[in-house]
Nanobody, 124 residues
């Protein structure tokens, strides 16, 4: 099983980035996908998640109205659109696939597969 997040980069405050998460080695449409981030010196935190059906999304409070997650099962890809970026959004962003029926969007221990992260840097 392999997940890979990519699409990070350097952007000015107020700008946008679209992150992608691709998966291989698992029946993608059967897994909820979550996004987490970790800034230097800080704990990993939940950002957003999308259900297995790709019909329901969940967001951390700091992301509501700014971040949007969507999925394309045909392309084995989930996206995270980051709008109105702030310097405090600077972090490594990770995607993860759920562990099973006890999945809870914001709880990292309910995810079983993690991808390598992609760095998002927002300059002021």
């Amino acid at each position: 099983v392999q997940l890979q997040a990519y699409g990070g980069g350097l952007v000015q405050a107020g700008g946008s980035l679209r992150l992608s998460c691709t998966a291989s080695g698992l029946p993608f449409r059967l897994y909820a996908i979550g996004w987490f981030r970790q800034a230097p010196g800080k704990e990993r935190e939940f950002v957003a998640a999308i259900s297995r059906s790709r019909n329901t999304s969940y967001y951390a409070d700091f992301g509501k109205g700014r971040f949007t997650t969507s999925g394309d099962n045909a392309k084995f890809t989930v996206y995270l659109l980051l709008d109105s970026l702030k310097p405090e959004d600077t972090a490594v962003y990770y995607c993860a696939a759920d562990r099973g029926p006890r999945w809870s969007a914001g709880r990292p221990e309910t995810y079983g597969y993690w991808g390598q992260g992609t760095l998002v840097t927002v300059s002021s």
